[in-house]
């Protein structure tokens, strides 16, 4: 018998408890593993585990190569093997302490306790009425105490984004304060998730329906993520802006701060005129711009290295093919109130090849000025 596993998280604390306590209180045998990263500066992580009753026991884990995440990782599997191998626990509750990302912990779980581990559902807990003031924070997590490791350069908003984006399961705590604008943002932020009430008799059949580590990795892949599609409700909208032709670098770089300022949160892939071959992806909250290389476009491979690809990228590149650029392709997607979308597309248009750049051809916009190399290539 293998012990199912379900993660919940989120930055939003109070929200996240109460979610697990409802687990606990409705899951019979079910018990709560918590890793409290707030004591990591004194070189330690406090390990806390408890069922619906209260505390069974905590201690402390030292810390990992000055990592807090690093020593969660060493110690978890350990403690939910040890759960496991009781034959008492029904469901191990892992409550992630507040900047942890589920993802990284998902594949821990899949990838270290396939033997005598199942995990079942990942949950990310959320107080509506704090999805965009948390999504538009720019700190970083150092400066709010939330910061995993000392060299963790992560910021408020991208990390609730991810965590946000990351789960099936949206497990709704309503403070009351939430309005239609902050139900539609969290709907438009996420469409494919299941929202549901922390008190609903849903929540424990959710929490063992069972998670694809895979699928969801593939789902975040900006290769082949599946956006969010075009919206508009209660004053929150969403732009998906879908071109072919590829961006001038200068001028799409002299626009970056405009273009991170106008949503709440945006992200997609896109592709340079001065790096024809580099499948770019793009990831902005809270006014910060992340733009990473993540490898090759496909069109840019041999046919024989496709076999090497996912199934689920060979499939998105398929459907969205063109036949002179392949997959390659600007793909964006713009969420927040009050959006500008007449400007802010006019703001897009102006920073692709013009008609006369673009019939110049790759050789010519190859020698365009490389204005993202002190992104891209960082000198060391």
Same mark, same amino acid.
């Given at each position: 018998?293998?012990?199912?596993?379900?993660?919940?998280?989120?930055?939003?604390?109070?929200?996240?408890?109460?979610?697990?306590?409802?687990?606990?209180?409705?899951?019979?045998?079910?018990?709560?593993?918590?890793? =409290?990263?707030?004591?990591?500066?004194?070189?330690?992580?406090?390990?806390?585990?408890?069922?619906?009753?209260?505390?069974?026991?905590?201690?402390?884990?030292?810390?990992?190569?000055?990592?807090?995440?690093?020593?969660?990782?060493?110690?978890?599997?350990?403690?939910?093997?040890?759960?496991?191998?009781?034959?008492?626990?029904?469901?191990?509750?892992?409550?992630?302490?507040?900047?942890?990302?589920?993802?990284?912990?998902?594949?821990?779980?899949?990838?270290?306790?396939?033997?005598?581990?199942?995990?079942?559902?990942?949950?990310?807990?959320?107080?509506?009425?704090?999805?965009?003031?948390?999504? @538009?924070?720019?700190?970083?997590?150092?400066?709010?105490?939330?910061?995993?490791?000392?060299? =963790?350069?992560?910021?408020?908003?991208?990390?609730?984004?991810?965590?946000?984006?990351?789960?099936?399961?949206?497990?709704?705590?309503?403070?009351?304060?939430?309005?239609?604008?902050?139900?539609?943002?969290?709907?438009?932020?996420?469409?494919?998730?299941?929202?549901?009430?922390?008190?609903?008799?849903?929540?424990?059949?959710?929490?063992?329906?069972?998670?694809? @580590?895979?699928?969801?990795?593939?789902?975040?892949?900006?290769?082949?993520?599946?956006?969010?599609?075009?919206?508009?409700?209660?004053?929150?909208?969403?732009?998906?802006?879908?071109?072919?032709?590829?961006?001038?670098?200068?001028?799409?770089?002299?626009?970056?701060?405009?273009?991170?300022?106008?949503?709440?949160?945006?992200?997609?892939?896109?592709?340079?005129?001065?790096?024809?071959?580099?499948?770019?992806? !793009?990831?902005?909250?809270?006014?910060?711009?992340?733009?990473?290389?993540?490898?090759? !476009?496909?069109?840019?491979?041999?046919?024989?290295?496709?076999?090497?690809?996912?199934?689920?990228?060979?499939?998105?590149?398929?459907?969205? !093919?063109?036949?002179?650029?392949?997959?390659?392709?600007?793909?964006?997607?713009?969420?927040?109130?009050?959006?500008?979308?007449?400007?802010?597309?006019?703001?897009?248009?102006?920073?692709?090849?013009? =008609?006369?750049?673009?019939?110049?051809?790759?050789?010519? !916009?190859?020698?365009?000025?490389?204005?993202?190399?002190?992104?891209?290539?960082?000198?060391?």
């Amino acid at each position: 018998m293998t012990l199912p596993v379900v993660i919940v998280g989120g930055l939003h604390a109070d929200a996240r408890k109460e979610v697990v306590e409802r687990l606990l209180h409705t899951v019979p045998g079910s018990i709560a593993l918590h890793h =409290d990263l707030a004591t990591a500066a004194q070189g330690t992580v406090l390990r806390v585990v408890r069922d619906a009753s209260g505390e069974l026991s905590r201690g402390e884990t030292p810390l990992v190569n000055d990592c807090a995440c690093c020593a969660l990782r060493e110690d978890l599997v350990p403690e939910l093997e040890r759960l496991a191998g009781s034959g008492l626990t029904r469901l191990a509750v892992v409550e992630l302490w507040d900047s942890v990302e589920p993802k990284a912990m998902a594949e821990v779980v899949a990838a270290h306790g396939a033997r005598a581990l199942e995990l079942t559902g990942v949950i990310t807990a959320v107080d509506p009425a704090l999805v965009l003031p948390y999504l @538009v924070n720019g700190d970083d997590l150092a400066d709010a105490g939330l910061a995993a490791a000392a060299t =963790d350069q992560r910021t408020v908003g991208d990390t609730w984004a991810r965590q946000l984006e990351y789960a099936p399961v949206l497990a709704l705590v309503d403070s009351g304060e939430a309005g239609a604008e902050d139900r539609a943002l969290l709907a438009q932020l996420h469409p494919t998730a299941r929202r549901v009430a922390a008190d609903s008799g849903e929540l424990a059949a959710l929490a063992l329906a069972g998670f694809d @580590v895979e699928a969801a990795a593939a789902a975040q892949h900006p290769a082949c993520a599946l956006l969010p599609q075009e919206a508009d409700e209660a004053g929150v909208t969403t732009l998906v802006w879908h071109r072919r032709r590829p961006f001038h670098p200068e001028r799409l770089y002299e626009a970056l701060e405009d273009l991170c300022c106008a949503a709440a949160r945006s992200r997609g892939r896109f592709w340079l005129a001065d790096r024809p071959d580099t499948l770019l992806a !793009w990831d902005s909250a809270g006014g910060a711009l992340c733009v990473e290389n993540t490898g090759p !476009w496909l069109a840019s491979l041999p046919d024989a290295a496709w076999e090497l690809v996912p199934p689920m990228r060979r499939a998105a590149a398929s459907l969205d !093919w063109h036949p002179d650029h392949g997959d390659c392709c600007q793909h964006l997607v713009f969420t927040s109130p009050g959006l500008d979308r007449p400007g802010l597309e006019q703001l897009l248009e102006s920073c692709l090849l013009t =008609d006369a750049e673009y019939a110049a051809g790759p050789e010519a !916009w190859k020698c365009l000025p490389a204005a993202f190399d002190s992104l891209l290539d960082p000198v060391s």
